[in-house]
């Protein structure tokens, strides 16, 4: 694990140990990951990644529908809701990478778009772990876990990474964040407030949190980025996939 993360390898572990159950019997496991918009899925997807060892990470970023194609349907304002994703090529591929070579979608944060060339072929890996949004019981995975926090904390870490790529991105002129370049501190602060109240607030009271209450294992963090406690939840099957 990174050293600079601040999930500590104890607790890595020991989410490790509550997966166990679920990949009783597959040679190929499948991991899903999901929580909000900037609760720390893809670092946390990174720690368990280089706990196990064997295992490869893909985002389901790279399954959202090009931004021309929302644009043209009417959903630039809904990217991140369920409809913006092409679920069904999602499924196909976790369903198809436990018998071959599966293409998984890539997605640059750069150009805030999908990015056909950070596309990557997987072929049977032993663990699998993807994480983002988009994600469901619906989806052939063999443990659903959900990262939690306050929503004021989620709130505060989604400001400070916008702000953030603000900062990276507004002088270059390839990059998405451009387009703000003439926002200062405040009026960048102030568009991440907007974000958060018109899009990322309702998709997540109204599609993401709900998959909490469905989720195999519930991963808690405080507000310092930290693992509070792990909870396996009663199910009457574990897993939706097939090994």
Do not use: C
């Amino acid at each position: 694990m990174t050293t600079d993360s601040p999930i500590s390898g104890g607790a890595i572990l020991d989410l490790i140990g509550a997966m166990a159950p679920f990949r009783q019997g597959r040679e190929v496991f499948v991991i899903g990951l999901t929580g909000a918009v900037a609760v720390g899925k893809s670092t946390l997807a990174r720690a368990l990644g280089e706990a196990f060892g064997d295992a490869h990470v893909v985002s389901t970023d790279g399954f959202l529908r090009a931004n021309a194609d929302l644009e043209a349907a009417g959903l630039t304002m809904r990217k991140g809701f369920p409809e913006s994703y092409d679920s069904a090529a999602l499924h196909a591929a976790l369903a198809q990478v436990r018998r071959g070579p599966a293409v998984f979608r890539g997605y640059s944060h750069h150009t805030y778009d999908v990015d056909p060339a950070s596309h990557q072929t997987l072929d049977r890996p032993a663990v699998l772990i993807v994480e983002g949004l988009g994600l469901s019981r619906a989806a052939p995975l063999d443990v659903l876990v959900y990262l939690d926090a306050d929503e004021a904390d989620i709130e505060t870490w989604f400001t400070q990474r916008l702000l953030g790529l603000w900062r990276i991105g507004r002088d270059d002129p390839t990059s998405f964040y451009a387009r703000f370049a003439d926002l200062d501190g405040d009026g960048a602060r102030a568009f991440a407030a907007t974000v958060w109240a018109r899009i990322n607030r309702p998709n997540l009271r109204d599609h993401i949190l709900p998959l909490r209450e469905t989720a195999d294992i519930v991963v808690r963090k405080k507000s310092d980025h930290r693992i509070a406690h792990i909870a396996t939840l009663s199910r009457s099957s574990h897993g939706t996939g097939a090994s």
